[in-house]
């Protein structure tokens, strides 16, 4: 099953590498579709048909894996416009909302999503759902500070945070923060828990992505199947 859902990953993370251009500032994403697309971005800076590109990393696990792939780097200050982003998701619905955050990285991910003119999100077809939350629960990032009192929170919204837990610790974000993963189940009003969630000093950010995607990328074993986003 894993290596099938890999190929999907690979088929949308090429897919998707075709839309990048030379001399262009690219946004990169985090997790293992993102893996595959750093190594055909790598292997286009080799053979010199992908020329004068520079990467953002959203994660401190990218960038490793950027410099490892010999893909030149910036950062946002130097240059706070990014041509075209690419990244996964762990869950998209039919307006292509998403929910990311399975790789901890939501924060910088959405920075670099809202300074991007374009964004591509690649995803293997068992991503797709009808609502958010069926399939996966959604990540927010808190303050270590207020971790007791968002999950109360939360708790209180009638749904069921858990701190995310990695080598039997907490997980810790490159920003030094804790995740809860919200498991809420189908989400019935995305826009309306994006800004309760919001509302919240403790909770630097959530993982539910709105209008935030221009071109999704679906790998299938057909081949990629690529939808529009007509709202924005
Ligand atoms: C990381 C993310 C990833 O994009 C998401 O978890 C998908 O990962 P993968 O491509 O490994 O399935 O949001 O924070």
């Known amino acids: 099953m894993t290596a099938k859902k890999d190929q999907m990953k690979k088929i949308a ?4 590498v075709s839309y990048l251009k030379s001399n ?3 946004g990169l994403g985090t997790g293992s579709t993102v893996y595959f697309a750093l190594e055909l971005i790598s292997k286009l800076i080799a053979d010199n048909k992908l020329v004068n590109i520079k990467g953002i990393p959203s994660s401190k696990a990218t960038e490793e894996l950027a410099v490892k792939f010999n893909i030149p780097l910036t950062s946002l200050d130097e240059n706070p416009f990014i041509d075209i982003n690419i990244d996964g998701a762990d869950e998209v619905d039919s307006d292509l909302y998403l929910i990311k955050g399975g790789g901890g990285a939501l924060l910088k991910e959405k920075i670099i999503a809202q300074a991007s003119k374009t964004n591509i999100i690649m995803v293997d077809e068992s991503k797709l759902s009808n609502f958010l939350g069926e399939r996966f629960y959604l990540p927010v990032e808190v303050f270590p500070f207020a971790i007791g009192s968002e999950t109360e929170f939360i708790k209180k919204l009638g749904m069921n945070p858990k701190i995310r837990i990695k080598n039997n610790s907490a997980f810790i974000t490159d ?3 804790y995740i809860i993963d919200i498991h809420c189940g189908k989400i019935q009003n995305v826009k309306e828990l994006s800004d309760i969630l919001h509302s919240r ?4 950010e959530h993982g539910l992505f709105i209008d935030l995607t221009n071109i999704l990328v679906i790998g299938k074993e057909s081949g990629a199947e ?6 924005i």
């Open 24 to 26: 262009s500032i690219i």
């Open 226 to 231: 690529i939808k529009f986003n007509k709202n």
């Open 201 to 204: 000093a403790g909770i630097a």
């Open 13 to 16: 993370a090429e897919k998707a």
């Open 175 to 177: 920003q030094g923060n």
